[in-house]
């Protein structure tokens, strides 16, 4: 039991001091001058929000950050895959550093799409369900699933292209998924299973339905990227003769606990089908300005009544998990793309698609998502005094807009403390640095033997002049 005092939280544009109790993990009053339960903490000149939702990552690419080179998309994963970490030990410390680094930038949950080492999958997920129970994060774990080899995901355009056949069947994969369920989906404890196949284009409809027929026997939510990339939308065409979304529609994947991440390439018949399957998108705005996707139609989303948060992407298209860099990013980003200005995102808007928006993608609103009595308590607490947050005006603006630096002050998930002074109460960060730095080197280019092979396919149809001098 805690009780946090006098403390800053948002009313109705504008704000309140109040006491918060938290009894059993949750939220039992919220109002003045409350009687102390269980531990007392100061809230003075601190900011209360719930717990933000790092919607969509992808934590073992935390070891190549800062050195993937200049691609888009589709031959940035060839080199990705090229020198992806193959060790259950370096899955461990990138998925502490994932967790690490939301919950200092005000997140309490991470949706990891979590890559698996092939011929280990499910021992790649016990790993990361150990690393984010170790930091007491809440965790949606959403193993990536595919069932196509890599260069399937790009369109043939005029050629006839042939692809290897992936090396795990559509049937064996559906069951890795169905025994990490068996194995680690504990809703109750903070853990949860995923059903994530990877994206329309890599995944046939059997490895859809299969996923579609274990969220409802086992009652998961469902993950999957989404028309990210130009290409991904030529493919849809060639695949199906109808957009990605349509498909999706079809075959039923899409539904009131599906999160989608991206959705740069969508056409407004397509975003009425997110808003009447109540689908959510998961806005990842700075991996799309790095690998060059596009820029979401987010404003459009948000008008047509889509459910949008946000989330960081894998650190190899970031290249951080600075969930408040991509909240600002996130919000601003489209100022640029409507001139009419009533629509565009303010900081409380962008403060509640992070919170409450996240909730709802997972059909979780209920219980988490807002400071509301009976929900669980995932919250943080800025530090209003950090010199990045003064001189003081709006608390919430302050925070969103501009460029926060150590402000969390404590965060608990579940009524546990995570955080207290800034720093983790559950794992040693110090010790995390030294693996992270002892595990790596300094490095600077890479040549991958995959991009030299792809690129010029992929060149031909996007468009592109094929020339000798890249790479
Ligand atoms: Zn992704």
Same mark, same amino acid.
């Given at each position: 039991?805690?009780?946090?005092?006098?403390?800053?939280?948002?009313?109705?544009?504008?704000?309140?001091?109040?006491?918060?109790?938290?009894?059993?993990?949750?939220?039992?009053?919220?109002?003045?001058?409350?009687?102390?339960?269980?531990?007392?903490?100061?809230?003075?000149?601190?900011?209360?929000?719930?717990?933000?939702?790092?919607?969509?990552?992808?934590?073992?690419?935390?070891?190549?950050?800062?050195?993937?080179?200049?691609?888009?998309?589709?031959?940035?994963?060839?080199?990705?895959?090229?020198?992806?970490?193959?060790?259950?030990?370096?899955?461990?410390?990138?998925?502490?550093?994932?967790?690490?680094?939301?919950?200092?930038?005000?997140?309490?949950?991470?949706?990891?799409?979590?890559?698996?080492?092939?011929?280990?999958?499910?021992?790649?997920?016990?790993?990361?369900?150990?690393?984010?129970?170790?930091?007491?994060?809440?965790?949606?774990?959403?193993?990536?699933?595919?069932?196509?080899?890599?260069?399937?995901?790009?369109?043939?355009?005029?050629?006839?292209?042939?692809?290897?056949?992936?090396?795990?069947?559509?049937?064996?994969?559906?069951?890795?998924?169905?025994?990490?369920?068996?194995?680690?989906?504990?809703?109750?404890?903070?853990?949860?299973?995923?059903?994530?196949?990877?994206?329309?284009?890599?995944?046939?409809?059997?490895?859809?339905?299969?996923?579609?027929?274990?969220?409802?026997?086992?009652?998961?939510?469902?993950?999957?990227?989404?028309?990210?990339?130009?290409?991904?939308? *030529? %493919?849809?065409?060639?695949?199906? $003769?109808?957009? @990605?979304?349509?498909? /999706?529609?079809?075959?039923?994947? =899409? #539904?009131?606990?599906?999160?989608?991440?991206?959705?740069?390439?969508?056409?407004?018949?397509?975003?009425?089908?997110?808003?009447?399957?109540?689908?959510?998108?998961?806005?990842?705005?700075?991996?799309?300005?790095?690998?060059?996707?596009?820029?979401?139609?987010?404003?459009?989303?948000?008008?047509?009544?889509?459910?949008?948060?946000?989330?960081?992407?894998?650190?190899?298209?970031?290249?951080?998990?600075?969930?408040?860099?991509?909240?600002?990013?996130?919000?601003?980003?489209?100022?640029?793309?409507?001139?009419?200005?009533?629509?565009?995102?303010?900081?409380?808007?962008?403060?509640?698609?992070?919170?409450?928006?996240?909730?709802?993608?997972?059909?979780?609103?209920? *219980? %988490?998502?807002?400071?509301?009595? $009976?929900?669980? @308590?995932?919250?943080? /607490?800025?530090?209003?005094?950090? =010199? #990045?947050?003064?001189?003081?005006?709006?608390?919430?603006?302050?925070?969103?807009?501009?460029?926060?630096?150590?402000?969390?002050?404590?965060?608990?998930?579940?009524?546990?403390?995570?955080?207290?002074?800034?720093?983790?109460?559950?794992?040693?960060?110090?010790?995390?640095?030294?693996?992270?730095?002892?595990?790596?080197?300094?490095?600077?280019?890479?040549?991958?033997?995959?991009?030299?092979?792809?690129?010029?396919?992929?060149?031909?149809?996007?468009?592109?002049?094929?020339?000798?001098?890249?790479?």
């Amino acid at each position: 039991m805690i009780t946090i005092q006098n403390v800053l939280i948002a009313t109705d544009n504008s704000y309140a001091t109040v006491d918060l109790q938290v009894v059993d993990g949750k939220i039992a009053a919220i109002a003045a001058d409350l009687d102390v339960v269980g531990t007392a903490f100061d809230g003075n000149n601190k900011l209360l929000l719930p717990g933000f939702f790092n919607a969509h990552t992808h934590s073992s690419e935390m070891w190549q950050r800062g050195i993937m080179s200049a691609l888009p998309l589709e031959l940035w994963l060839a080199e990705l895959y090229d020198f992806a970490p193959l060790d259950l030990e370096k899955v461990y410390l990138s998925a502490l550093g994932t967790a690490v680094e939301t919950l200092l930038s005000g997140g309490t949950s991470v949706v990891d799409h979590l890559v698996l080492i092939p011929g280990q999958e499910l021992e790649t997920i016990a790993t990361a369900t150990r690393a984010y129970r170790e930091v007491g994060i809440r965790a949606f774990i959403a193993p990536l699933i595919q069932d196509e080899s890599l260069t399937a995901g790009m369109p043939s355009g005029e050629s006839a292209q042939t692809h290897e056949p992936y090396f795990r069947s559509t049937v064996a994969t559906l069951e890795i998924i169905e025994e990490a369920v068996r194995q680690f989906h504990r809703p109750d404890e903070g853990v949860n299973i995923l059903v994530a196949p990877t994206g329309i284009q890599l995944c046939t409809d059997a490895l859809f339905e299969g996923c579609i027929e274990l969220s409802s026997r086992y009652n998961l939510c469902r993950h999957s990227h989404l028309l990210e990339t130009r290409a991904q939308e *030529k %493919l849809a065409e060639e695949k199906y $003769g109808c957009t @990605a979304v349509e498909h /999706l529609k079809r075959i039923g994947y =899409l #539904s009131d606990r599906t999160t989608l991440a991206h959705c740069v390439h969508l056409n407004d018949a397509d975003i009425a089908i997110l808003a009447e399957t109540q689908s959510t998108v998961v806005h990842n705005p700075l991996s799309n300005l790095r690998l060059g996707s596009g820029i979401a139609p987010i404003l459009k989303y948000r008008q047509a009544g889509v459910n949008v948060t946000f989330g960081c992407d894998g650190a190899s298209s970031n290249d951080s998990q600075d969930l408040l860099e991509a909240i600002k990013i996130g919000s601003i980003l489209h100022n640029v793309t409507d001139s009419d200005y009533q629509h565009w995102i303010t900081p409380r808007q962008a403060v509640e698609m992070a919170s409450l928006g996240g909730a709802k993608g997972l059909n979780i609103a209920d *219980k %988490l998502g807002s400071l509301t009595p $009976g929900k669980q @308590a995932d919250l943080v /607490l800025y530090d209003l005094t950090n =010199l #990045s947050l003064l001189p003081r005006t709006d608390p919430i603006g302050l925070l969103v807009l501009g460029r926060p630096t150590n402000v969390v002050n404590s965060a608990w998930v579940n009524g546990k403390q995570v955080i207290a002074d800034g720093k983790l109460t559950t794992i040693n960060v110090d010790e995390l640095r030294q693996e992270l730095f002892n595990r790596s080197q300094w490095e600077t280019k890479r040549k991958s033997q995959t991009v030299a092979q792809i690129e010029a396919h992929y060149r031909t149809v996007m468009g592109l002049r094929n020339t000798k001098k890249h790479g």
